[in-house]
């Protein structure tokens, strides 16, 4: 019986399951490396070893023992920042893959930055801070962006309108900054792409490339993609003639190459390039949906130095994922997700947290809740399911949490971030604002919540408008939403008791999640009788 090639794959995350699951399909013994071991993709390996990825030389001495006891023939990852770990490691052994420097080439902003300058492809000019108040004078206008030269997933990423802010954002990118470094750099306006690729031998075979749905300045959140772009053939080709410059320039002639660009006033410019597959479920769930090609397979062929295969597509679908994310406290519950996971053109649900995770609104990619992914050959209809599935998790927060509450006390239009759910012009501020208190004081009563139905005093204004909140939340679903998690009728009325502008505000700062909590808090008020209610 012929001996299994074996590889290693770094991490044993979610990202790294389809890496997982194909190697082992294509007859490969795998061994997943990863700090956490709990991971959950470490079942669908045949070996796991607990290694710091961010530790070389004990990947590098990882490899050397495999290749000893029984063999290695290569070494990958997809969706984590460790390519230059693997580039280091399978150098170190003769493996094939990029070269150590052209990893480092895709992994630090300021060497790939660099890189595009010399090279002449358009990305934005930048300037390098390597420590605190050492910003000086910008080469550039405002807005600029700040983020760390070393990390992903946008953390310590955001936009900088003015020099008030400049010092708070180099602070706050410096913690994400393993090596000390910030880049400042041009902001960019327009649309945003995703592109994954493989190249082999200098040949770059685009597997994907997907429109980025950005939210919530001045930070980068994405808060889905879709798959492919549904922008036109002419604006496709620039935008990936551009890539392949910022490849080109990189050195990345052997691995996976996954971009970021805009479309600028202009033209096409690249954000970044790394050396590696997608991190945001692009590589491993909707390419593959949408196309049937299996890009985590070519990745693999080359890492054992082999051409890739199978990358032609075998059909033309659309593929949606779309994120679902909560106002901060402490999770009570989540519902919804079964009920999700059954709706039409649904593929997959995935939750980052549980009854009792701490949540924030997210201010970069690893802090959202988790994601909905659907497929279908009708692009609406891909679109809408997966939008549709995100909107029914529904996450309701503990009560007397101190962040909830220091969120919910915002006033609605104060603050820019985290934003409120439903945008209020000045004229809908000022008619909340006139709204009355409302009456509990009937309701104090230690074993009932309610002895009298409470009604929401009358706000048609807001209720009739087409607002919706950060996910497309109309405001009348979010009043259903509110009723089936209380189990109130809450009818609109002015009657005997009513919850008035106290409500409307939680529920217009933080959505029916902002209501919810409103009410929960005042239950427990109201079964804690007088003393507690004032």
């Known amino acids: 019986m012929p001996v299994k090639k074996r590889i290693l794959i770094l991490g044993a995350g979610i990202m790294q399951g389809p890496a997982l699951r194909i190697a082992g399909e294509m007859g490969l013994e795998t061994v997943a490396a990863d700090a956490d071991p709990a991971a959950v993709s470490i079942p669908l390996a045949d070996r796991f070893e607990r290694v710091d990825l961010k530790?070389?030389?004990?990947?590098?001495?990882?490899?050397?023992?495999?290749?000893?006891?029984?063999?290695?023939a290569g070494i990958m990852t997809a969706g984590t920042d460790f390519s230059s770990t693997v580039a280091w490691a399978a150098g170190k052994l003769g493996l094939p893959g990029l070269d150590y420097e052209t990893a480092l080439n895709a992994s630090d902003k300021e060497r790939m930055r660099r890189c595009f300058k010399a090279s002449g492809?358009?990305?934005?000019?930048?300037?390098?801070?390597?420590?605190?108040?050492?910003?000086?004078?910008?080469?550039?206008?405002?807005?600029?962006?700040?983020?760390?030269?070393?990390?992903?997933?946008?953390?310590?990423?955001?936009?900088?309108?003015?020099?008030t802010e400049l010092d708070l954002a180099v602070k706050a990118a410096l913690r994400f900054s393993r090596s000390g470094r910030v880049i400042i750099?041009?902001?960019?306006?327009?649309?945003?792409?995703?592109?994954?690729?493989?190249?082999?031998?200098?040949?770059?075979?685009?597997?994907?490339?997907?429109?980025?749905?950005?939210?919530?300045?001045?930070?980068?959140?994405?808060?889905?993609?879709?798959?492919?772009?549904?922008?036109?053939?002419?604006?496709i080709r620039a935008l990936l003639e551009t890539f392949s410059l910022g490849v080109e320039a990189l050195g990345i002639r052997d691995g996976a190459a996954k971009g970021d660009l805009k479309l600028t006033p202009r033209g096409p410019m690249i954000g970044?390039?790394?050396?590696?597959?997608?991190?945001?479920?692009?590589?491993?769930?909707?390419?593959?949906?949408?196309?049937g090609v299996?890009?985590?397979?070519?990745?693999?062929?080359?890492?054992?130095?082999?051409?890739?295969?199978?990358?032609?597509?075998?059909?033309?679908?659309?593929?949606?994922?779309?994120?679902?994310?909560?106002?901060?406290?402490?999770?009570?519950?989540?519902?919804?997700?079964?009920?999700?996971?059954?709706?039409?053109?649904?593929r997959d649900v995935f939750t980052r947290i549980?009854?009792?995770?701490?949540?924030?609104?997210?201010?970069?990619?690893?802090?959202?809740?988790?994601?909905?992914?659907?497929?279908?050959?009708?692009?609406?209809?891909?679109?809408?399911?997966?939008e549709k599935a995100a909107r029914s998790i529904l996450i309701r927060l503990e009560t007397g949490n101190a962040e909830t509450d220091d969120f919910l006390a915002i006033m609605p239009g104060s603050t820019g971030f985290p934003p409120d759910a439903f945008s209020l012009d000045p004229k809908l501020l000022s008619l909340l604002a006139s709204l009355p208190e409302g009456d509990i004081k009937n309701c104090r009563n230690q074993d009932i919540a309610f002895p009298i139905p409470p009604s929401l005093f009358p706000f048609p204004e807001f209720t009739e408008s087409?607002?919706?909140?950060?996910?497309?939340?109309?405001?009348?679903?979010?009043?259903?939403?509110?009723?089936?998690?209380t189990s109130l009728e809450l009818p609109l009325g002015d009657g005997e008791l009513f919850l008035g502008?106290?409500?409307?505000?939680?529920?217009?700062?933080?959505?029916?999640?902002?209501?919810?909590?409103?009410?929960?808090?005042?239950?427990?008020g109201i079964k804690a009788g007088p003393a507690n209610n004032g």
């Not at 960019?188 to 919530?216: N, Q, T, W």
């Not at 990358?311 to 106002?327: D, G, M, P, V, Y």
């Not at 970069?364 to 050959?377: D, F, L, Q």
């Not at 087409?466 to 998690?485: P, W």
Request: aromatic share 10%.
């Open 294 to 346: 299996l890009p985590t397979r070519g990745a693999i062929e080359i890492a054992l130095g082999e051409k890739p295969t199978h990358l032609k597509s075998k059909w033309n679908w659309t593929s949606a994922e779309r994120a679902f994310i909560s106002i901060p406290g402490k999770v009570r519950a989540i519902s919804g997700i079964e009920r999700a996971k059954v709706m039409p053109w649904v």
């Open 354 to 386: 549980k009854p009792g995770s701490l949540v924030s609104f997210p201010e970069n990619n690893v802090t959202k809740c988790g994601n909905v992914i659907s497929a279908a050959a009708d692009r609406n209809d891909a679109v809408n399911s997966a």
């Open 272 to 291: 970044e390039i790394a050396g590696r597959l997608s991190g945001g479920y692009m590589s491993g769930w909707t390419y593959p949906y949408s196309s």
């Open 121 to 163: 492809v358009p990305s934005p000019e930048f300037i390098i801070i390597k420590g605190f108040g050492e910003t000086g004078n910008l080469p550039f206008s405002w807005p600029v962006v700040v983020k760390p030269v070393d990390n992903m997933g946008s953390r310590g990423c955001r936009r900088v309108d003015n020099e």
């Open 501 to 524: 502008r106290s409500f409307w505000q939680a529920f217009i700062r933080g959505g029916y999640q902002g209501a919810v909590y409103y009410l929960d808090s005042l239950v427990l």
């Open 466 to 485: 087409a607002l919706t909140d950060y996910v497309g939340r109309s405001v009348g679903e979010c009043l259903d939403v509110l009723r089936a998690l």
């Open 55 to 72: 530790d070389r030389e004990a990947i590098e001495t990882l490899s050397r023992s495999l290749s000893a006891q029984g063999g290695l």
């Open 185 to 235: 750099e041009e902001y960019m306006e327009g649309p945003e792409f995703s592109i994954d690729a493989l190249v082999y031998k200098g040949e770059i075979s685009i597997c994907g490339i997907a429109d980025r749905h950005i939210f919530f300045p001045p930070y980068f959140i994405e808060m889905g993609h879709t798959m492919p772009s549904s922008y036109d053939p002419a604006v």
